[in-house]
């Protein structure tokens, strides 16, 4: 029972401490080759969700396929922006740009090769979505997809501009 407690009160800690994230500071390129900082990604003051997949991921491109649909109403209601973040490795790597272009996708896509920041931020399984508040604070979490969880999302980046 203590060595439960121990464990238990060691997880809230951990989940705590991950609530008070902001966004470390890795350089990544996005698709069209340009360094980002992304310790310095800002939406002047509204949230930012960054969504971490892969081009071989079905729930990731699912998710982010249904987000697209609705992604204009959200920016315009909340002024949320959202960044992808490609974990597709070198060798696919060039396969990205052309997957966000034959979907349409309107976000900005960031490519972390050697997965810096996926690691950074406890990234093990994707889709894994992490929405942070206008100053740049972790809010709320998410890793898998099903279809309608993109609205349990919606509900916490308008819980952040009322």
């Not at 997880?11 to 992304?38: E, Y």
């Not at 490609?86 to 972390?112: C, H, R, T």
């Not at 604070?137 to 999302?153: A, F, P, R, W």
Request: aromatic share 10%.
């Amino acid at each position: 029972m203590k060595k439960f407690l121990t464990v238990a009160i060691a997880m809230l800690v951990m989940s705590f401490a991950a609530l008070q994230a902001q966004i470390p500071s890795f350089q990544l390129k996005d698709i069209n080759g340009k360094t980002v900082d992304t310790a310095k990604l800002s939406n002047d003051g509204k949230p930012i969700i960054i969504s971490f997949f892969a081009t071989w991921c079905h729930p990731c491109l699912r998710e982010l396929s249904n987000i697209s649909e609705v992604y204009e109403d959200w920016q315009d209601e909340t002024g949320v922006k959202l960044i992808a973040v490609s974990i597709d490795q070198a060798q696919n790597v060039n396969k990205v740009k052309p997957l966000v272009d034959s979907k349409g996708f309107e976000y900005e896509v960031l490519l972390d090769v050697n997965s810096d920041l996926a690691r950074s931020l406890g990234v093990q399984n994707i889709p894994h979505v992490f929405l942070f508040d206008g100053t740049g604070k972790l809010v709320y979490n998410h890793i898998g997809y099903k279809d309608g969880d993109e609205n349990t999302l919606y509900k916490h980046v308008k819980e952040l501009v009322k």
